[in-house]
Nanobody, 123 residues
Framework: QVQLVESGGGLVQPGGSLRLSCAASGRVRSISDMGWYRQTPGNQRELVATITRRGITNTADSVKGRFTISRDNAKSTVYLQMNSLKLEDTAVYYC?????????????????WGQGTQVTVSS
């Protein structure tokens, strides 16, 4: 009951920038952590960055100093600002959200994924 829709992907030249957005809908008030993951053909999905409801972030070493994750809780949206893009950043980027709701005694925890947005870095 949480839907995630990514946008902002596209073709960009090396060294360029791109900003991804992920808008959540449905049971948005239940969302706690959110994040971005990416996947290339033949490889498993890898974590790019995560952010808690209060804004605490964690970023993969491969993108530190280049990518910045942020969120706007009022808009139920998480962003990924990607700067100094490299060829290796080419992948399908997926938005992820953790939904936590229910009573304190036995709360639910569910994972949700967006459909993915293609980011292609090419000259």
């Amino acid at each position: 009951q949480v839907q995630l829709v990514e946008s902002g992907g596209g073709l960009v030249q090396p060294g360029g920038s791109l900003r991804l957005s992920c808008a959540a809908s449905g049971r948005v008030r239940s969302i706690s952590d959110m994040g971005w993951y990416r996947q290339t053909p033949g490889n498993q999905r890898e974590l790019v960055a995560t952010i808690t409801r209060r804004g605490i972030t964690n970023t993969a070493d491969s993108v530190k100093g280049r990518f910045t994750i942020s969120r706007d809780n009022a808009k139920s949206t998480v962003y990924l600002q990607m700067n100094s893009l490299k060829l290796e950043d080419t992948a399908v980027y997926y938005c992820h959200a953790v939904s936590e709701y229910g009573p304190v005694e036995g709360p639910r925890r569910d994972d949700y994924w967006g459909q993915g947005t293609q980011v292609t870095v090419s000259s």
